[in-house]
């Protein structure tokens, strides 16, 4: 059987010490509990390769925005990410002149998805309805990062 660690009882008696563990305690708790202000929103724009439209999705998740960058760093051949997740009204101030935009940090970017929420830029354009208030997400197969308008392929 192992012994207990048990604090001495004349720790427990001395105001000093007890003020002074306190003291620290406080201190450690606070640079542990200091705000961080979160990383800025990045926005990446989308080229639709079936159709050339173009889009874009913004995000402050850290691991979303380092994925992008290892796939914006790959030949325009080879990138085979796309974003998914929910779309919601408006152009988002960063989506013009759509009138949809991926809710900001709640999207990723995969490889595959189901087909269901599969369409072009246009198509939910004028289907928003159908895509924010019944399917409520929004992951077109065929879109693509791109680093400038000019990298979007020609349909």
Not at 40 to 46: G, Y
Not at 49 to 76: D, H, K, M, N, Y
Not at 126 to 155: K, M, Q
Request: glycine share 6%; net charge negative; aromatic share 10%.
């Amino acid at each position: 059987m192992r012994p207990t660690q048990r604090i001495p009882v004349e720790f427990l008696s001395n105001r000093a010490k007890i003020r002074a563990l306190v003291l620290l305690l406080l201190l450690l708790g606070a640079g542990a509990c200091a705000d961080e202000p979160p990383p800025a929103p990045r926005t990446f724009l989308f080229a639709h390769t079936t159709t050339g439209a173009l889009f874009r999705a913004q995000t402050s998740v850290p691991e979303v925005i380092a994925q992008a960058e290892t796939e914006l760093a790959r030949p325009f051949r080879e990138r085979r990410l796309f974003p998914s997740g929910p779309i919601t009204r408006g152009d988002g101030g960063h989506n013009a002149p759509w009138s949809w935009h991926f809710v900001s940090d709640r999207w990723t970017l995969v490889e595959l998805s189901i087909e269901v929420c599969d369409a072009t830029p246009a198509y939910v354009e004028a289907n928003v309805d159908y895509f924010v208030d019944t399917l409520g997400h929004y992951c077109p197969w065929g879109a693509r990062l791109i680093r400038s308008a000019d990298e979007a392929p020609v349909p």
